[in-house]
Protein backbone atom coordinates (compact mmCIF):
# COMPACT_ATOMS: atom_id res chain seq x y z
CA UNK A 1 0.00 0.00 0.00
CA UNK A 2 1.50 3.16 -1.08
CA UNK A 3 2.23 5.62 1.84
CA UNK A 4 0.95 9.37 2.18
CA UNK A 5 3.64 11.08 0.70
CA UNK A 6 3.63 8.74 -2.01
CA UNK A 7 -0.12 9.45 -2.29
CA UNK A 8 0.33 12.93 -2.26
CA UNK A 9 3.25 13.44 -4.93
CA UNK A 10 1.22 11.79 -7.47
CA UNK A 11 -1.93 13.59 -7.01
CA UNK A 12 0.17 16.91 -7.76
CA UNK A 13 2.08 15.11 -10.23
CA UNK A 14 -0.58 12.90 -11.78
CA UNK A 15 -4.36 14.62 -11.35
CA UNK A 16 -3.33 17.64 -13.30
CA UNK A 17 -3.06 15.24 -16.46
CA UNK A 18 -6.92 13.81 -16.41
CA UNK A 19 -8.31 15.44 -19.08
CA UNK A 20 -5.37 14.74 -21.11
CA UNK A 21 -6.18 11.57 -20.47
CA UNK A 22 -9.41 11.11 -20.93
CA UNK A 23 -9.00 12.79 -24.37
CA UNK A 24 -6.79 9.85 -25.07
CA UNK A 25 -9.10 7.61 -23.54
CA UNK A 26 -11.96 8.71 -25.42
CA UNK A 27 -10.81 9.16 -28.88
CA UNK A 28 -9.06 5.61 -28.58
CA UNK A 29 -12.79 3.94 -27.33
CA UNK A 30 -14.86 6.34 -29.04
CA UNK A 31 -17.06 6.26 -26.17
CA UNK A 32 -17.99 8.93 -23.25
CA UNK A 33 -18.91 5.60 -20.38
CA UNK A 34 -16.08 3.32 -21.91
CA UNK A 35 -13.34 5.97 -21.65
CA UNK A 36 -14.38 6.61 -18.30
CA UNK A 37 -13.38 3.16 -17.26
CA UNK A 38 -10.22 3.60 -18.81
CA UNK A 39 -9.00 6.21 -17.24
CA UNK A 40 -10.04 5.20 -13.85
CA UNK A 41 -8.46 1.98 -14.22
CA UNK A 42 -5.32 3.27 -15.85
CA UNK A 43 -5.26 5.66 -12.55
CA UNK A 44 -5.11 2.74 -10.52
CA UNK A 45 -2.77 1.17 -12.36
CA UNK A 46 -0.52 3.95 -11.89
CA UNK A 47 -0.74 4.69 -8.50
CA UNK A 48 -0.01 0.62 -8.07
CA UNK A 49 3.36 1.81 -10.36
CA UNK A 50 3.74 4.88 -9.26
CA UNK A 51 7.33 3.66 -7.58
CA UNK A 52 8.34 3.05 -10.78
CA UNK A 53 7.87 6.39 -12.01
CA UNK A 54 11.41 7.96 -12.29
CA UNK A 55 10.91 11.66 -13.11
CA UNK A 56 10.75 12.14 -16.71
CA UNK A 57 7.31 13.87 -17.84
CA UNK A 58 4.47 12.42 -16.34
CA UNK A 59 1.47 13.24 -19.00
CA UNK A 60 3.74 10.86 -21.18
CA UNK A 61 4.03 8.22 -18.17
CA UNK A 62 0.22 8.77 -17.48
CA UNK A 63 -0.81 8.92 -21.46
CA UNK A 64 1.15 5.45 -22.03
CA UNK A 65 -0.32 3.54 -19.36
CA UNK A 66 -3.81 5.10 -20.79
CA UNK A 67 -3.20 4.02 -23.91
CA UNK A 68 -2.09 0.70 -23.12
CA UNK A 69 -5.26 0.01 -20.79
CA UNK A 70 -7.47 1.06 -23.36
CA UNK A 71 -5.74 -0.99 -26.28
CA UNK A 72 -6.26 -3.97 -23.41
CA UNK A 73 -9.98 -2.66 -23.42
CA UNK A 74 -10.25 -3.15 -27.03
CA UNK A 75 -9.42 -6.18 -27.28
CA UNK A 76 -10.93 -7.87 -24.69
CA UNK A 77 -14.72 -5.50 -25.46
CA UNK A 78 -14.79 -5.57 -28.90
CA UNK A 79 -12.20 -8.11 -30.79
CA UNK A 80 -9.61 -5.20 -31.40
CA UNK A 81 -10.10 -4.42 -35.19
CA UNK A 82 -6.54 -3.23 -34.82
CA UNK A 83 -4.22 -5.06 -36.79
CA UNK A 84 -1.58 -7.83 -34.68
CA UNK A 85 0.98 -6.61 -36.85
CA UNK A 86 1.47 -3.12 -37.05
CA UNK A 87 3.16 -2.16 -40.26
CA UNK A 88 6.15 0.81 -39.54
CA UNK A 89 7.34 0.90 -42.82
CA UNK A 90 6.28 4.03 -45.48
CA UNK A 91 4.86 2.50 -48.49
CA UNK A 92 5.63 3.33 -52.20
CA UNK A 93 2.97 6.14 -53.12
CA UNK A 94 1.63 6.12 -50.14
CA UNK A 95 2.32 9.80 -49.49
CA UNK A 96 1.50 11.01 -52.33
CA UNK A 97 -0.69 13.79 -51.98
CA UNK A 98 -4.89 13.45 -51.70
CA UNK A 99 -5.34 16.34 -53.73
CA UNK A 100 -7.07 18.20 -50.89
CA UNK A 101 -7.34 22.29 -50.64
CA UNK A 102 -6.10 23.56 -47.67
CA UNK A 103 -9.42 25.60 -48.55
CA UNK A 104 -11.49 22.60 -48.12
CA UNK A 105 -9.96 21.82 -45.20
CA UNK A 106 -11.11 25.31 -43.67
CA UNK A 107 -14.24 24.92 -44.68
CA UNK A 108 -15.03 21.31 -43.78
CA UNK A 109 -17.79 20.35 -40.95
CA UNK A 110 -16.57 19.69 -37.65
CA UNK A 111 -18.27 16.41 -37.73
CA UNK A 112 -17.00 15.37 -41.20
CA UNK A 113 -13.11 15.56 -39.29
CA UNK A 114 -14.17 14.05 -36.55
CA UNK A 115 -15.60 11.18 -38.62
CA UNK A 116 -12.28 10.81 -40.56
CA UNK A 117 -10.36 10.77 -37.60
CA UNK A 118 -12.32 7.90 -36.06
CA UNK A 119 -12.02 6.15 -39.46
CA UNK A 120 -8.33 6.02 -38.66
CA UNK A 121 -6.76 2.88 -36.96
CA UNK A 122 -6.16 3.13 -33.85
CA UNK A 123 -2.31 3.67 -34.13
CA UNK A 124 -3.16 6.58 -36.37
CA UNK A 125 -5.49 8.11 -34.70
CA UNK A 126 -3.71 8.51 -31.20
CA UNK A 127 -0.37 9.89 -32.92
CA UNK A 128 -2.82 12.67 -33.85
CA UNK A 129 -4.90 13.18 -31.37
CA UNK A 130 -1.73 13.18 -29.32
CA UNK A 131 0.52 15.54 -31.34
CA UNK A 132 -2.68 18.19 -32.95
CA UNK A 133 -5.46 18.04 -30.41
CA UNK A 134 -3.04 17.07 -26.96
CA UNK A 135 -0.30 19.35 -27.99
CA UNK A 136 2.67 16.86 -26.97
CA UNK A 137 6.29 17.08 -28.49
CA UNK A 138 7.67 13.99 -30.46
CA UNK A 139 9.76 12.74 -27.37
CA UNK A 140 6.86 12.74 -25.45
CA UNK A 141 4.52 10.75 -28.22
CA UNK A 142 7.67 7.93 -28.13
CA UNK A 143 7.71 7.74 -24.60
CA UNK A 144 3.69 7.43 -24.34
CA UNK A 145 3.53 5.10 -27.62
CA UNK A 146 6.43 3.41 -26.67
CA UNK A 147 8.11 3.63 -30.27
CA UNK A 148 11.24 5.12 -31.55
CA UNK A 149 11.25 8.34 -31.43
CA UNK A 150 12.40 8.17 -35.25
CA UNK A 151 8.92 6.55 -35.72
CA UNK A 152 6.95 8.84 -34.36
CA UNK A 153 7.53 11.82 -37.98
CA UNK A 154 6.78 9.03 -40.25
CA UNK A 155 3.83 7.32 -38.38
CA UNK A 156 2.73 11.03 -38.06
CA UNK A 157 3.12 11.50 -41.96
CA UNK A 158 1.32 8.44 -42.62
CA UNK A 159 -1.92 9.08 -40.21
CA UNK A 160 -2.03 12.83 -41.91
CA UNK A 161 -2.19 11.86 -45.24
CA UNK A 162 -4.58 8.69 -44.59
CA UNK A 163 -6.94 11.60 -42.41
CA UNK A 164 -6.46 13.75 -45.75
CA UNK A 165 -7.72 11.52 -48.05
CA UNK A 166 -10.63 10.19 -45.93
CA UNK A 167 -11.83 13.78 -45.53
CA UNK A 168 -11.36 14.58 -49.11
CA UNK A 169 -13.70 11.31 -49.77
CA UNK A 170 -16.25 12.78 -47.53
CA UNK A 171 -16.12 16.12 -49.20
CA UNK A 172 -16.30 15.06 -52.29
CA UNK A 173 -19.47 12.95 -51.34
CA UNK A 174 -21.46 16.12 -49.52
CA UNK A 175 -21.02 17.52 -52.77
CA UNK B 1 16.04 17.58 -51.36
CA UNK B 2 13.46 15.17 -53.10
CA UNK B 3 9.92 15.37 -53.05
CA UNK B 4 9.98 11.89 -51.53
CA UNK B 5 12.00 13.11 -48.47
CA UNK B 6 10.23 15.96 -47.93
CA UNK B 7 6.78 14.24 -47.80
CA UNK B 8 8.04 13.40 -44.45
CA UNK B 9 9.73 15.87 -43.66
CA UNK B 10 7.00 18.77 -43.83
CA UNK B 11 5.74 17.18 -40.77
CA UNK B 12 8.65 17.67 -38.94
CA UNK B 13 8.85 21.19 -40.36
CA UNK B 14 4.98 21.73 -39.36
CA UNK B 15 5.95 20.36 -35.81
CA UNK B 16 8.61 22.01 -35.47
CA UNK B 17 10.51 19.31 -34.73
CA UNK B 18 13.71 19.86 -36.90
CA UNK B 19 16.85 20.75 -36.46
CA UNK B 20 17.70 24.23 -38.07
CA UNK B 21 19.86 22.54 -40.97
CA UNK B 22 17.09 20.25 -42.03
CA UNK B 23 14.58 22.89 -40.87
CA UNK B 24 15.72 25.36 -44.11
CA UNK B 25 16.15 22.58 -46.64
CA UNK B 26 12.44 21.70 -46.03
CA UNK B 27 11.66 25.53 -46.08
CA UNK B 28 13.70 25.55 -49.54
CA UNK B 29 12.07 22.92 -50.71
CA UNK B 30 8.83 24.32 -50.58
CA UNK B 31 9.40 27.39 -51.79
CA UNK B 32 10.71 25.43 -54.82
CA UNK B 33 7.77 22.96 -55.62
CA UNK B 34 4.49 23.75 -55.65
CA UNK B 35 3.21 20.81 -55.35
CA UNK B 36 4.88 20.15 -51.28
CA UNK B 37 3.82 23.88 -51.18
CA UNK B 38 0.00 22.80 -51.45
CA UNK B 39 0.27 19.97 -49.74
CA UNK B 40 2.46 21.65 -46.52
CA UNK B 41 -0.67 24.09 -46.80
CA UNK B 42 -3.24 21.63 -46.36
CA UNK B 43 -1.21 19.66 -43.29
CA UNK B 44 -1.28 23.27 -41.88
CA UNK B 45 -4.96 23.79 -42.34
CA UNK B 46 -5.68 20.32 -41.31
CA UNK B 47 -3.69 20.60 -37.77
CA UNK B 48 -5.23 24.48 -37.33
CA UNK B 49 -8.89 22.90 -37.61
CA UNK B 50 -7.49 19.56 -35.19
CA UNK B 51 -6.45 22.36 -32.57
CA UNK B 52 -9.90 23.69 -32.15
CA UNK B 53 -11.90 22.87 -28.52
CA UNK B 54 -14.23 21.34 -29.90
CA UNK B 55 -11.67 17.95 -30.57
CA UNK B 56 -10.39 18.33 -27.10
CA UNK B 57 -13.25 16.03 -24.68
CA UNK B 58 -12.36 17.45 -20.97
CA UNK B 59 -12.60 14.71 -18.29
CA UNK B 60 -16.01 14.55 -16.86
CA UNK B 61 -15.59 16.24 -12.83
CA UNK B 62 -17.80 12.94 -11.41
CA UNK B 63 -14.66 11.01 -13.14
CA UNK B 64 -12.18 13.40 -11.53
CA UNK B 65 -13.98 13.33 -8.29
CA UNK B 66 -14.00 9.39 -8.73
CA UNK B 67 -10.26 9.64 -9.29
CA UNK B 68 -9.06 11.86 -6.64
CA UNK B 69 -11.57 10.06 -4.06
CA UNK B 70 -9.70 6.41 -4.42
CA UNK B 71 -5.89 7.96 -3.78
CA UNK B 72 -5.05 7.24 -0.15
CA UNK B 73 -6.38 9.81 2.25
CA UNK B 74 -3.40 11.89 2.62
CA UNK B 75 -3.08 15.68 4.45
CA UNK B 76 -3.37 18.96 2.97
CA UNK B 77 -5.35 16.80 0.05
CA UNK B 78 -7.21 19.34 -1.05
CA UNK B 79 -5.47 21.97 -0.11
CA UNK B 80 -2.61 21.17 -2.30
CA UNK B 81 0.34 23.60 -1.54
CA UNK B 82 -0.13 25.36 1.93
CA UNK B 83 -0.47 29.21 1.12
CA UNK B 84 -1.64 32.34 3.25
CA UNK B 85 -5.29 32.99 0.93
CA UNK B 86 -6.09 29.03 1.13
CA UNK B 87 -4.39 27.50 4.06
CA UNK B 88 -4.64 30.46 6.92
CA UNK B 89 -8.10 31.71 6.66
CA UNK B 90 -9.66 28.41 7.24
CA UNK B 91 -7.46 27.49 10.08
CA UNK B 92 -8.20 30.97 11.86
CA UNK B 93 -11.96 30.55 11.61
CA UNK B 94 -11.68 27.35 12.91
CA UNK B 95 -10.41 28.67 16.22
CA UNK B 96 -11.62 32.22 16.49
CA UNK B 97 -14.98 31.30 16.62
CA UNK B 98 -15.13 28.81 19.64
CA UNK B 99 -12.73 30.94 21.45
CA UNK B 100 -15.21 34.34 20.77
CA UNK B 101 -12.39 36.97 20.45
CA UNK B 102 -13.56 36.30 16.63
CA UNK B 103 -14.03 40.36 16.27
CA UNK B 104 -10.33 41.04 17.49
CA UNK B 105 -8.37 38.24 15.40
CA UNK B 106 -10.72 39.70 12.26
CA UNK B 107 -9.09 42.84 13.00
CA UNK B 108 -5.53 41.16 12.61
CA UNK B 109 -6.38 38.45 10.12
CA UNK B 110 -9.01 39.26 7.46
CA UNK B 111 -6.77 42.39 6.29
CA UNK B 112 -3.88 39.73 5.76
CA UNK B 113 -5.58 37.63 4.29
CA UNK B 114 -7.92 39.53 2.25
CA UNK B 115 -6.63 42.69 1.13
CA UNK B 116 -4.52 41.83 -1.57
CA UNK B 117 -0.74 42.01 -0.57
CA UNK B 118 1.73 43.55 -2.73
CA UNK B 119 2.74 40.04 -4.42
CA UNK B 120 -1.18 39.36 -5.25
CA UNK B 121 -1.61 42.99 -7.18
CA UNK B 122 1.36 42.26 -8.33
CA UNK B 123 0.22 38.38 -9.22
CA UNK B 124 -3.00 39.99 -11.21
CA UNK B 125 -1.09 42.30 -12.59
CA UNK B 126 1.48 39.53 -14.55
CA UNK B 127 -1.51 37.91 -15.54
CA UNK B 128 -3.84 40.48 -16.95
CA UNK B 129 -0.49 41.04 -18.95
CA UNK B 130 -0.48 37.91 -20.11
CA UNK B 131 -4.04 37.40 -20.97
CA UNK B 132 -3.65 40.96 -22.78
CA UNK B 133 -0.39 39.46 -24.83
CA UNK B 134 -2.35 36.72 -26.09
CA UNK B 135 -5.28 38.50 -27.44
CA UNK B 136 -3.52 41.12 -29.26
CA UNK B 137 -1.09 40.78 -31.52
CA UNK B 138 1.13 42.15 -29.01
CA UNK B 139 2.75 39.31 -27.85
CA UNK B 140 6.44 40.00 -28.94
CA UNK B 141 8.28 42.79 -30.39
CA UNK B 142 11.36 40.54 -31.03
CA UNK B 143 10.25 37.40 -32.61
CA UNK B 144 13.35 35.32 -32.10
CA UNK B 145 14.59 31.64 -31.28
CA UNK B 146 18.26 33.02 -30.55
CA UNK B 147 18.79 34.17 -27.01
CA UNK B 148 21.87 36.40 -28.41
CA UNK B 149 19.40 37.78 -30.12
CA UNK B 150 16.73 38.60 -27.49
CA UNK B 151 19.12 39.92 -25.15
CA UNK B 152 20.52 42.57 -26.39
CA UNK B 153 17.22 43.43 -27.93
CA UNK B 154 16.29 44.86 -24.52
CA UNK B 155 19.68 47.37 -24.28
CA UNK B 156 18.84 50.71 -23.97
CA UNK B 157 15.17 50.03 -23.64
CA UNK B 158 15.64 48.84 -20.25
CA UNK B 159 18.42 50.18 -17.34
CA UNK B 160 19.27 46.39 -16.60
CA UNK B 161 20.09 43.31 -18.49
CA UNK B 162 17.67 40.20 -18.27
CA UNK B 163 19.26 36.59 -18.19
CA UNK B 164 18.12 35.43 -21.16
CA UNK B 165 18.27 31.51 -21.78
CA UNK B 166 16.54 29.50 -24.81
CA UNK B 167 15.34 26.12 -23.08
CA UNK B 168 14.43 24.52 -26.35
CA UNK B 169 16.50 21.01 -25.46
CA UNK B 170 14.09 20.97 -22.50
CA UNK B 171 11.19 21.47 -24.34
CA UNK B 172 10.52 24.89 -23.37
CA UNK B 173 12.14 26.72 -26.60
CA UNK B 174 12.37 30.77 -26.40
CA UNK B 175 9.82 32.42 -28.79
CA UNK B 176 10.83 36.02 -28.38
CA UNK B 177 9.91 39.31 -26.29
CA UNK B 178 8.68 42.61 -25.53
CA UNK B 179 8.63 45.21 -23.51
CA UNK B 180 5.96 45.52 -20.48
CA UNK B 181 4.90 47.55 -18.01
CA UNK B 182 4.91 45.99 -14.53
CA UNK B 183 4.20 47.40 -10.90
CA UNK B 184 5.07 50.71 -12.02
CA UNK B 185 8.04 50.07 -14.00
CA UNK B 186 9.11 49.00 -17.34
CA UNK B 187 10.21 45.40 -17.49
CA UNK B 188 11.39 42.79 -19.53
CA UNK B 189 9.00 40.02 -20.81
CA UNK B 190 10.26 36.83 -22.31
CA UNK B 191 8.06 34.68 -24.91
CA UNK B 192 8.71 31.21 -24.28
CA UNK B 193 6.37 28.06 -25.61
CA UNK B 194 5.73 24.29 -24.48
CA UNK B 195 3.54 22.57 -26.61
CA UNK B 196 0.38 24.46 -27.20
CA UNK B 197 1.51 26.78 -24.36
CA UNK B 198 2.88 30.40 -24.09
CA UNK B 199 4.88 31.52 -21.16
CA UNK B 200 5.20 34.54 -20.12
CA UNK B 201 8.33 35.54 -18.04
CA UNK B 202 8.45 38.84 -16.60
CA UNK B 203 11.77 40.63 -14.96
CA UNK B 204 13.03 43.48 -13.41
CA UNK B 205 15.82 44.11 -10.90
CA UNK B 206 14.82 43.28 -6.93
CA UNK B 207 15.37 44.69 -3.85
CA UNK B 208 15.98 41.71 -2.34
CA UNK B 209 19.53 39.98 -2.89
CA UNK B 210 18.47 36.47 -1.75
CA UNK B 211 17.24 33.34 -4.00
CA UNK B 212 13.80 32.97 -2.83
CA UNK B 213 10.99 31.12 -4.07
CA UNK B 214 7.01 31.74 -3.38
CA UNK B 215 4.32 30.16 -4.28
CA UNK B 216 1.36 32.17 -5.82
CA UNK B 217 -2.47 30.81 -5.73
CA UNK B 218 -3.71 30.26 -9.69
CA UNK B 219 -4.78 33.89 -10.73
CA UNK B 220 -7.99 33.36 -13.23
CA UNK B 221 -7.34 30.29 -14.05
CA UNK B 222 -3.62 30.90 -14.50
CA UNK B 223 -1.00 29.65 -12.93
CA UNK B 224 2.05 31.70 -11.35
CA UNK B 225 5.31 31.47 -10.31
CA UNK B 226 7.54 33.84 -8.72
CA UNK B 227 11.17 34.02 -7.30
CA UNK B 228 14.17 36.08 -6.80
CA UNK B 229 17.05 35.00 -8.90
CA UNK B 230 20.13 36.80 -9.80
CA UNK B 231 19.03 39.77 -8.44
CA UNK B 232 16.29 39.88 -10.56
CA UNK B 233 12.04 39.59 -9.82
CA UNK B 234 11.14 37.14 -11.42
CA UNK B 235 7.41 36.17 -12.57
CA UNK B 236 6.44 33.32 -14.88
CA UNK B 237 2.71 33.20 -16.04
CA UNK B 238 0.91 30.02 -17.96
CA UNK B 239 -2.15 28.02 -18.27
CA UNK B 240 0.12 25.67 -18.11
CA UNK B 241 -0.69 22.77 -15.61
CA UNK B 242 1.11 23.97 -12.26
CA UNK B 243 3.78 20.52 -12.41
CA UNK B 244 5.38 21.81 -15.51
CA UNK B 245 5.57 25.36 -14.92
CA UNK B 246 7.50 24.22 -11.76
CA UNK B 247 9.48 22.46 -14.08
CA UNK B 248 10.20 24.96 -16.17
CA UNK B 249 10.79 27.77 -13.18
CA UNK B 250 13.32 25.30 -11.82
CA UNK B 251 14.88 26.07 -15.05
CA UNK B 252 15.34 28.56 -15.06
CA UNK B 253 16.48 29.55 -11.49
CA UNK B 254 19.07 26.93 -12.04
CA UNK B 255 20.27 29.45 -14.94
CA UNK B 256 20.08 32.34 -12.98
Known amino acids: MPDESTAVDFERTFTPHMDAAYNLA ?132 RARGKLARSLKERIAKES | MNCDDARILLHGHLDGELDLVRDLEVERHIEECPRCASEFATLRAMRTRLKDEAFHFEAPQELKDKIRRALPAAPNRSVGYPSRRSGFVPRAARFAVPLAIGAMLTLFIVPRAFGPSGNDLVAREVVSSHVRSLMGSHLMDVASTDQHTVKPWFNGKLDFSPPVTDFKNDGFPLVGGRLDYINDRPVAALVYQHAKHVINVFMWPSDRDTTSVERIEPEQGYNVEQMTVAGMNCWIVSDLNQTELKTFAQMIRAHG
Open chain 1, 26 to 157: RWLVRDDHDAQDVVQEAYLRALRFASGFRGGDPRAWILAIVRNTAFTFLKRNRGSNSPVEFDENVHRGELEDAGLEAEAVRGADGTMIRDALNELTEEFREVIVMRDIEGLSYKEIADAADVPIGTVMSRLA
